[in-house]
Nanobody, 120 residues
Framework: VQLQAFGGGLVQFGGSLRLSCAAS????????MSWYRQGPGKQRELVAT???????SYADSVKGRFTISRDRGKGTMYLQMNSLESEDTAVYYC???????????????WGQGTQVTVSS
């Protein structure tokens, strides 16, 4: 599975941005897809996750502002980011994973990052 993230850029405080992550290859094996981010001097953190069933979860810091979605047919994941704040400045990474079992370990795939910069 290959992942390619795009859509980052420079946006003003309070603005919006939409990130996309295109998956190719054996996308039928994927269970969940997620967005992570790593801000300057910070550890990488989980931002949002969406499962094959469409269940979503968000980090507390982005709840109510970010929306994750997925087009399974296209193998594409999106992150709509609204009301952006300076603290949202980070490199955003897309992640996809298979469902691990007792006999098959979970596999994580990573795309390259896309920079999001929020100016005040």
């Amino acid at each position: 599975v290959q992942l390619q993230a795009f859509g980052g850029g420079l946006v003003q405080f309070g603005g919006s941005l939409r990130l996309s992550c295109a998956a190719s290859g054996s996308i039928f094996t994927l269970f969940g897809m997620s967005w992570y981010r790593q801000g300057p001097g910070k550890q990488r953190e989980l931002v949002a996750t969406i499962t094959i069933a469409g269940d979503t979860s968000y980090a507390d810091s982005v709840k109510g502002r970010f929306t994750i979605s997925r087009d399974r047919g296209k193998g594409t994941m999106y992150l709509q980011m609204n009301s952006l704040e300076s603290e949202d400045t980070a490199v955003y990474y897309c992640n996809a994973n298979t469902l691990g079992t007792l006999s098959t370990p979970r596999i994580d795939y990573w795309g390259q990052g896309t920079q999001v910069t929020v100016s005040s």
